[in-house]
């Protein structure tokens, strides 16, 4: 071998290696044109660049060296006007289709952004998901940055101080170098102006994690508790019907968390201040409702999440921007300030809660009406003796935990079919689908108005002449009372009277006494139902 030949291999070996050095480590301002040819496609879609425009659909593009470790990167992304939503998807660290850190920014029903790990084996991971205060636009052009940096990784948007993600993956060394890749949503997409720089292995090291947020800061909690507080309203009652009158009492009521009240008389006693309490809507839980249905988990937190990431993260959002602290809160009290009329006099007043989570106890000017165990059943409280013309107030203490010493609540007792089952779950009341024992007067709340002798259930069962009918029906008053029974039935459709009797026999009750009467309608030719006339 010549001299010649040796000094052009040699020539070569050392080209070879000043451009692996170059796409591997030499990245401080690596302007990406974006020119076709300067990528790989990956994906059977859609994956080109016209004027220095990456436009992609089913596809993205693979930049770079699959060497790159710690690097900064940022690029503008569009969704075209002709699309439905906004979907922007870009990737990091890529080694390939299935190995590598993807991100999606999503508009539509979500406005979102969240981040995650795929790997072979197994190795994929949810690492966050964040809501955007903003809806995504299509034909608007979006600013992404990115820092990666050994096990950190922070995202920014239009060109924000504060990333809208920051976390760190435990399992970096699964992933810990590679391309950068844009694209892959199945809506087209623009990327432009993409650069990257290289960044030194400590860069992250010495900075807090602190992401951008819209949670309301202490302050601002405490001028959002006033507003509230102050728009509050009494609900008043007017108007009476003769039979039964139904007063909604859905809506704000004020809430003070139970690591707030020092003394609970006073809580219950409505002579004692409210001006400092918060406000709560009702019906709706103070923490979050999450199942417990399987389903992915969200990071390491101890509750499946289900398939909804952006849900999970709505409860989240919603119970933090409260204006208590949520986390503390194990009891919730209740205020209702309700003003009646006079005609209330020889009325029977209930009070109807569809459910409350899960121990409650019901005071009405400031004595005990009534209480109840339970996430799911309905129960009445009678406060026709509590009650008065003028103004009164309902106060209701609800209790999160009916086992108040869990002890190893999380621990696996045994396995039901496919189901973990928890020593929470065998010892605390059930709670369906729900985990983390979601707590509050979380099912609609009526004030009913009746006459003392009042209907308290109806059952039928229809045939096709005609149908038995079973009535229940309560004397409350405490005197004894007469009482007939009177029956019409009319068409829905048109509202022509199909059926009607007068009311012949005569039933008499005792002080306090339940009855249910039993009797049958017939001769009644109703249209029948078939699939092709529903009637």
Same mark, same amino acid.
């Given at each position: 071998m010549n001299s010649q030949l040796i000094k052009l291999i040699f020539t070569n070996c050392l080209l070879i290696?000043?451009?692996?050095?170059?796409?591997?480590?030499?990245?401080?301002?690596?302007?990406?044109?974006?020119?076709?040819?300067?990528?790989? +496609?990956?994906? +059977?879609?859609?994956?080109?660049?016209?004027?220095?425009?990456?436009?992609?659909?089913?596809?993205?593009?693979?930049?770079?060296?699959?060497?790159?470790?710690?690097?900064?990167?940022?690029?503008?992304?569009?969704?075209?006007?002709?699309?439905?939503?906004?979907?922007?998807?870009?990737?990091?660290?890529?080694?390939?289709?299935?190995?590598?850190?993807?991100?999606?920014?999503?508009?539509?029903?979500?406005?979102?952004?969240?981040?995650?790990?795929?790997?072979?084996?197994?190795?994929?991971?949810?690492?966050?998901?964040?809501?955007?205060?903003?809806?995504?636009?299509?034909?608007?052009?979006?600013?992404?940055?990115?820092?990666?940096?050994?096990?950190?990784?922070?995202?920014?948007?239009?060109?924000?101080?504060?990333?809208?993600?920051?976390?760190?993956?435990?399992?970096?060394?699964?992933?810990?170098?590679?391309?950068?890749?844009?694209?892959?949503?199945?809506?087209?997409?623009?990327?432009?102006?993409? +650069?990257?720089?290289?960044?030194?292995?400590d860069y992250l090291q010495s900075m807090d994690v602190v992401e951008y947020s819209y949670y309301l800061s202490e302050k601002e909690k405490e001028e959002k508790r006033i507003k509230e507080r102050n728009a509050y309203e009494v609900v008043v009652v007017t108007d009476i019907a003769q039979a039964r009158t139904e007063v909604s009492l859905d809506g704000n009521w004020l809430f003070k968390p139970g690591y707030q009240i020092k003394n609970e008389q006073q809580a219950i006693d409505g002579a004692t201040t409210d001006t400092d309490w918060h406000i709560m809507d009702v019906p709706n839980f103070w923490n979050p409702s999450r199942i417990w249905n399987h389903g992915e988990t969200f990071m390491e937190e101890r509750f499946p999440k289900g398939a909804s990431d952006t849900y999970f993260q709505n409860e989240t959002d919603r119970c933090t921007n409260y204006t208590f602290d949520y986390t503390k809160t194990s009891i919730g009290w209740y205020r209702h300030w309700i003003d009646l009329p006079a005609s209330?006099?020889?009325?029977?007043?209930?009070?109807?809660?569809?459910?409350?989570?899960?121990?409650?106890?019901?005071?009405?000017?400031?004595?005990?009406?009534?209480?109840?165990?339970?996430?799911?059943?309905?129960?009445?409280?009678?406060?026709?003796?509590?009650?008065?013309?003028? +103004?009164?107030?309902?106060?209701?203490?609800?209790?999160?935990?009916?086992?108040?010493?869990?002890?190893?609540?999380?621990?696996?007792t045994t396995i039901a079919v496919t189901v973990e089952v928890t020593n929470q779950m065998l010892t605390d009341l059930p709670h369906g689908f729900f985990r983390d024992s979601p707590s509050g007067i979380w099912q609609p709340v009526k004030l009913v108005i009746t006459d003392p002798v009042i209907i308290e259930d109806v059952y039928i069962k229809p045939n096709l002449q005609g149908a038995d009918i079973e009535l229940t029906v309560k004397n409350h008053s405490k005197q004894k009372s007469t009482f007939t029974v009177s029956t019409a039935i009319n068409s829905q459709e048109n509202g022509i009277l199909l059926y009607a009797d007068d009311a012949t026999i005569k039933h008499e009750l005792a002080p306090g006494e339940k009855r249910t009467v039993k009797y049958a309608v017939s001769g009644i030719h109703p249209k029948l139902w078939s699939p092709s006339s529903p009637n």
């Open positions: 290696l000043s451009l692996a050095f170059v796409n591997a480590q030499n990245i401080t301002e690596y302007d990406l044109t974006l020119e076709q040819g300067n990528f790989q +496609k990956v994906g +059977k879609g859609e994956c080109q660049v016209t004027d220095k425009v990456l436009t992609s659909r089913d596809a993205y593009a693979s930049i770079g060296s699959a060497d790159w470790k710690n690097y900064r990167f940022s690029f503008e992304a569009m969704v075209p006007q002709t699309e439905e939503q906004v979907q922007i998807w870009f990737g990091f660290r890529e080694q390939g289709r299935n190995e590598r850190y993807l991100v999606g920014i999503k508009g539509g029903l979500q406005n979102d952004i969240e981040i995650g790990r795929m790997g072979l084996m197994g190795d994929d991971a949810f690492l966050g998901i964040r809501n955007l205060d903003f809806e995504p636009q299509t034909g608007v052009w979006y600013t992404v940055s990115v820092e990666v940096c050994k096990d950190r990784i922070r995202i920014f948007l239009n060109n924000e101080q504060l990333p809208r993600i920051d976390v760190t993956d435990k399992n970096s060394s699964l992933l810990p170098m590679g391309k950068i890749a844009l694209g892959g949503s199945w809506i087209k997409t623009h990327f432009r102006n993409l +650069k990257v720089s290289e960044l030194p292995s209330i006099q020889g009325k029977h007043l209930e009070l109807s809660f569809d459910a409350v989570s899960t121990v409650s106890e019901v005071y009405v000017n400031g004595t005990m009406a009534g209480s109840h165990i339970g996430m799911f059943g309905q129960f009445n409280v009678d406060v026709t003796d509590l009650v008065k013309p003028g +103004k009164n107030v309902i106060v209701v203490k609800v209790m999160r935990d009916f086992v108040e010493d869990k002890g190893d609540g999380d621990k696996i």
